[in-house]
């Protein structure tokens, strides 16, 4: 059996835009590491484009807001530098099966929420689809945890690390 994700060369692409509902509510961020050149709203206070090279841009302290690149070896490299980070919110495929989810994430992030239906994600021509699989939203540090709990995004939520979550003690 193939277990390499499916190739749909309609959406095999790393320009695809996050819809504005989910900013909103998840937001507001400071740094978009991997934000689009033109892109149809704001994500963040402050975007980086891939010709600045948000792998290599100082994040500062400030909340991120993570939508990287699916294509490898990028999604991995942006998800360790968030785990470093440890404060954000990333949006990222379905697929905890894979090395990325079982040695970055969980281990280091305070919790996720299995979306319950597939993004529509934005196209730079307009259009909207969806990958092949679902996507989960990630959170590492506890105010991040605490936005994603209260979202009312549907889903089912999930604490990671309990010792990474918002504690109101």
């Known amino acids: 059996m193939d277990t390499r994700q499916q190739k749909n060369k309609s959406v095999s692409s790393d320009e695809w835009y996050t819809p504005q509902w989910i900013i909103e509510r998840l937001g507001p961020f400071d740094l978009d590491p991997c ?16 010709e600045q ?31 470093e980070h440890d404060n954000g919110i990333a949006l990222l495929v379905n697929r905890q099966d894979n090395v990325m989810w079982q040695e970055v994430i969980f281990p280091t992030a305070a919790s996720m929420l299995f979306m319950r239906h597939r993004v529509k994600f934005i196209h730079p021509e307009g259009k909207k689809s969806s990958p092949f699989t679902g996507s989960c939203l990630v959170a590492w540090g506890g105010y991040n945890d605490l936005v994603l709990s209260h979202s009312r995004i549907e889903g089912k939520y999930v604490v990671l690390n309990q010792d990474k979550t918002f504690s109101y003690e």
């Open 53 to 83: 090279d948000g792998l290599q841009y100082d994040w500062g302290t400030g909340r991120v807001w993570l939508n990287p690149p699916y294509s490898r070896p990028l999604i991995e490299e942006f998800v360790k530098k968030m785990a």
């Open 35 to 50: 934000s689009p050149i033109s892109r149809p709203f704001d994500t963040a206070s402050v975007h980086v484009t891939k």
